[in-house]
């Protein structure tokens, strides 16, 4: 079962507070980065890993310059 969270205004957009035993479990702290996915089981939210986001940025590059051949391949 998860945690119930409440949406709080914060300026123009809506933020979630996250407990502070999520934050430490996840070792955040206010004004860090993280990532939200969507996942097959709903969203996930991780700590921002730069080396990760480098990767994710090099892939997508690749699908988008070879987006025709990947295409082939998964026929």
Same mark, same amino acid.
């Given at each position: 079962?998860?945690? /119930? #969270?409440?949406? !709080?205004?914060? @300026?123009?957009?809506? @933020? +979630?507070? #996250? /407990?502070?035993?999520?934050?430490? &479990? ?5 004004? %860090?980065?993280?990532? #939200? !996915?969507? !996942?097959?089981?709903? $969203?996930?939210? !991780? /700590? $921002?890993?730069? &080396? ?8 997508? %590059?690749?699908? &988008?310059? $070879?987006? %025709? +051949? ?6």
């Amino acid at each position: 079962m998860g945690i /119930p #969270l409440k949406l !709080t205004k914060v @300026g123009n957009s809506t @933020g +979630v507070v #996250l /407990p502070k035993e999520v934050l430490a &479990r996840l070792k955040l702290a206010k004004g %860090d980065v993280v990532y #939200l !996915t969507e !996942t097959s089981e709903g $969203y996930q939210i !991780t /700590p $921002y890993d730069e &080396r990760f986001a480098r990767q994710v940025e090099a892939a997508e %590059d690749f699908m &988008r310059e $070879y987006r %025709d +051949v990947l295409r082939e391949l998964a026929k």
